[in-house]
């Protein structure tokens, strides 16, 4: 890593703009700030997941990876025209997606955010995703952006919604299903 900060401050930000990785000054507000911010929200939620005690260690070697890839590309959206995440990264999460989901039973109903602390965590780090993916479209309407950005989030929400799956499995033997009531 070439350039460390020794000051956390620097108050260029105190008139509502701030650099990109190029050096180009946007507002705070610009899809793409709102783009990798919600990436870092992400990766934030994601955290939350893996500070839960217990976790298979499947799942935090998983999880830990997708935290590296969400720092990788919150990268590649602060630096516009830089690459980080490919298709092999895509591929890497459809493979864990089959490899958690082929012991989980067929669904039959949805799902209420719950189940545990992990599972409840793994649901909030899915609707973030959610959130991020629906940002980088935004962006992606306006400026170019490489086509496995939104995969790669839309393919992580998914294998969030199976891990939180198997994490309520794993603390407490079941999801919360969820139970139409007429009204």
């Given at each position: 890593?070439g ?6 401050y ?7 703009s ?18 990798y ?5 992400a ?42 995440i ?7 999460l459809?493979a ?14 949805f ?11 793994c649901?909030?780090?899915?609707t ?56």
């Amino acid at each position: 890593m070439g350039h460390r900060l020794s000051r956390i401050y620097t108050r260029t930000g105190d008139d509502g703009s701030t650099g990109l990785g190029d050096g180009m000054r946007v507002p705070k507000e610009h899809l793409r700030v709102e783009g990798y911010g919600t990436v870092d929200e992400a990766n934030s939620a994601v955290g939350m997941v893996l500070a839960v005690p217990g976790l298979p260690a499947a799942v935090i070697e998983c999880l830990t990876e997708v935290q590296h890839d969400l720092f990788d590309l919150g990268g590649e959206l602060c630096m516009p025209g830089h690459r980080a995440i490919v298709a092999a990264d895509v591929e890497r999460l459809e493979a864990a997606l089959d490899r958690f989901n082929v012991e989980l039973p067929p669904l039959k109903d949805f799902i209420l955010p719950g189940g545990g602390p992990a599972a409840a965590a793994c649901h909030l780090a899915r609707t973030v995703t959610r959130r991020a993916e629906r940002r980088i479209w935004a962006l992606a309407r306006v400026e170019a952006v490489a086509a496995e950005v939104p995969q790669y989030l839309n393919r992580l929400s998914d294998l969030l919604f199976v891990l939180a799956r198997v994490l309520a499995r794993h603390e407490h033997g079941a999801e919360v299903l969820w139970r139409h009531r007429p009204r």
